[in-house]
């Protein structure tokens, strides 16, 4: 999901590079080591059906039964935190809406961001899009559909599906935007909603590291390699950074990811992501890391959604 939005001048001596912003955040702390690309998706930053942990993990369906998503609705103020030598960015600031949503049959993200750059030469560079797709709760389907806007417009839109072929198999994504292409999807390829509650699963077990192929749709790469890591196991009074009934006397870890496109292997990560996530799926502690800048990502308001009307 990698979205060009401006040129910045670049510096003496330095090839010149074309500033990018995020079109996903949480997923939500992403390193990056090469050029700037976009941030991927708590879909990862985070955002697994029991067939399809039980495959990939070995996990019992006791470790399954832990994880418990809480539908809600998260607004995160973003803000710059640090720009290091050489960066061309001085100045960040933003917000982020993003909703979690159980729908029965399975689960949405729905995401609105908008995010203000400015460079060292003082050009403010906006950047506005939104991020909806749905998840089936086997982890075996899945449709995205991202837009980014400028004025008002649309002036891109990504959109497609893809499928397995059952719990641990390949299968194939299809893009209907902005161009028609079919890809395949090997064997143990998740989704990012599975990857989320597979992670949580695992960081609860005391079972990571973990190494994932994912597919979410957003990015120039079409597969991820994804090797998740836990830094730390919170005691529930660890204090969140806002009060609220729905983190309250709940566990928490602080995880993070590290991400490397499969058709480009490299030796180090692209980039990665740190935050701290609790057992129902809430994202708290977000910190974007571009590299040679790095956004906070502060949680501000937190809500439950209304329950699903399943029959």
């Known amino acids: 999901m990698t979205q060009a939005i401006g040129n910045t001048p ?17 997923r939500l702390a ?23 942990l039980t495959v990939l993990t070995g996990a019992s369906g006791e470790l399954w039964a832990a994880v418990t998503i809480a539908p809600h609705r998260a607004v995160y103020a973003l803000e710059l935190n ?13 917000r982020l809406v993003y909703e979690w949503d159980d729908v029965c049959d399975g689960w949405t993200v729905r995401q609105r961001t908008s995010l203000t750059l400015v460079s060292r030469s003082g050009m ?7 991020i909806n797709s749905w998840e089936s709760k086997d982890g075996l ?15 891109e839109s990504v959109r497609g599906h893809a499928e397995l072929d059952g719990p641990g198999r390949g299968g194939r994504a299809v893009y209907q935007d902005p161009v028609e292409r079919e890809i395949g999807l090997p064997e143990g390829t998740v989704f990012p909603t599975n990857y989320s509650l597979e992670m949580m699963a695992m960081a609860e077990q005391d079972e990571l590291p973990a190494w994932r192929i994912m597919f979410d749709g957003f990015g120039s790469d079409d597969l991820l ?9 919170l005691a529930v009074e660890e204090p969140a950074s806002i009060d609220s009934t729905m ?6 870890w602080r995880v993070r990811l590290a991400f490397f496109p499969l058709e480009r292997q490299t030796p180090e990560p692209e980039r990665e992501q740190g935050f701290r996530v609790f057992s129902n799926g809430i994202v708290d502690e977000l910190l974007i890391d571009y590299g040679d800048f790095s956004i906070d990502a502060s949680l501000e308001t937190l809500s439950a959604l209304p329950a699903a009307s399943c029959e």
């Open 30 to 52: 992403v390193r990056q080591r090469a050029s700037p690309r976009a941030l991927r998706g708590p879909a990862a930053a985070l955002a697994l059906g029991l067939a399809l």
């Open 225 to 233: 390699g994804v090797s998740a890591a836990l830094v730390s196991s």
């Open 124 to 130: 403010a560079i906006p950047s506005n899009w939104t």
């Open 141 to 155: 389907r899945y449709r995205f559909f991202v837009r980014r806007f400028h004025d008002g417009g649309t002036i």
């Open 247 to 252: 983190l309250a006397g709940l566990p928490s």
């Open 82 to 94: 640090q720009a290091r030598s050489g960066s061309q960015v001085t100045q960040a600031k933003g």
């Open 10 to 26: 670049a510096r003496r001596g330095a090839p010149r590079r074309r500033l990018r912003v995020p079109p996903h955040i949480p």
